[in-house]
């Protein structure tokens, strides 16, 4: 049996003393790395399905407290009845929480338990039944989606908890400029909040760009396109092709989300651990996964607590840094 555990093995957050002479370098929120889950609500449909469908996470809380999960993805429909929905798609709807307002309360209720934890990083992608038959904007548009969202954040999220694209631009001319230059806020002072990030392209974060130029106001950054002022936070899913791309983006100063596997892939299966290696070794900054902890049956699984980013964190940073302020999990 291989576990998929290399915050040590690898050499990764071990830092290179535990005595400092001088006070250590102060740690930014881009000078970690943690796991993240993709479709961090979902379970696994009854019956024969495909593949890609094949998997179960245990509720958001447990994810946070038992498995170190920092990273959350959340797939969010319009309901007629009002409230936001969280599934996959029609075909897999299974949830362990199935409205959106009651998914950030599980996460805010844990983070309130835990008041230290490191940020977390929350990935919110509209979505719409007739996609492929229609323009999703605008049905989006027609629908009140992004408005919507951004209400239940601010409706279920206390903003004291939050770091908005507001608070890491500061004086900068723009989102781009502040992260590259002045970087992120300092760890410290920002234990125990959240990132939320629109996971969304095209008309659907143009739409949104329009309601918050230059992310002026906003609750949510955006998923980044290089080269525009709005950009801080990337999302790449192939390290093993695009990790030159990753590494420089995160020695630019942005933040990255990538992809350890994917359950239609096949790296569950044959217990590849080569695009989880990639994904590390880029200095992404959060890495999502199918499979956060031991699932019967399967040998692979990924396994790391919070610890030093590889690319981007100063030679006197430490795991025990990152997570030693933690209080006891509930």
């Given at each position: 049996m291989i576990?998929?555990?290399?915050?040590?093995?690898?050499?990764?957050?071990?830092?290179?003393?535990?005595?400092?002479d001088d006070e250590p370098t102060p740690l930014k929120i881009n000078h970690i790395q943690v796991k993240g889950t993709h479709n961090s609500y979902h379970i696994k449909p009854f019956g024969p399905t495909a593949r890609a469908y094949e998997y179960t996470h245990e509720p958001l809380d447990v994810q946070a407290g038992e498995f170190d999960v920092r990273q959350f993805e959340l797939d969010v429909w319009w309901d007629p009845r009002g409230d936001l929905r969280v599934y996959h798609n029609q075909y897999d709807f299974g949830s362990t929480c199935n409205i959106f307002a009651d998914c950030l309360g599980v996460l805010n209720t844990w983070s309130d338990a835990n008041p230290t934890h490191v940020p977390l990083m929350i990935w919110v992608e509209p979505k719409e039944w007739v996609e492929q038959a229609s323009d999703i904007t605008t049905i989006a548009e027609l629908q009140g989606m992004l408005e919507q969202i951004e209400e239940e954040i601010k409706q279920n999220w206390p903003e004291e908890k939050l770091i908005t694209p507001d608070d890491v631009r500061g004086d900068a001319a723009s989102l781009s400029e502040a992260v590259t230059t002045n970087g992120w806020p300092l760890l410290e002072e920002s234990r125990g909040k959240t990132i939320f990030i629109l996971l969304a392209g095209g008309g659907i974060r143009e739409e949104y760009h329009q309601n918050f130029p230059g992310l002026v106001g906003s609750t949510m950054f955006t998923m980044s396109v290089e080269g525009t002022p709005e950009a801080a936070i990337f999302s790449n899913t192939d390290p093993i092709g695009n990790g030159d791309q990753i590494r420089n983006l995160v020695e630019e100063g942005y933040i990255v989300r990538s992809r350890a596997d994917d359950a239609e892939d096949g790296e569950a299966d044959s217990n590849n651990t080569a695009r989880l290696e990639a994904a590390i070794a880029s200095g992404a900054h959060s890495i999502s996964t199918d499979y956060p902890a031991k699932v019967e049956d399967i040998d692979y699984w990924v396994e790391f607590p919070a610890t030093c980013n590889p690319v981007t964190a100063p030679p006197d940073c430490t795991a025990e840094r990152i997570e030693s302020s933690s209080i006891p999990q509930t």
């Open positions: 576990t998929a555990t290399f915050s040590g093995c690898l050499g990764f957050g071990d830092g290179k003393s535990s005595i400092f």
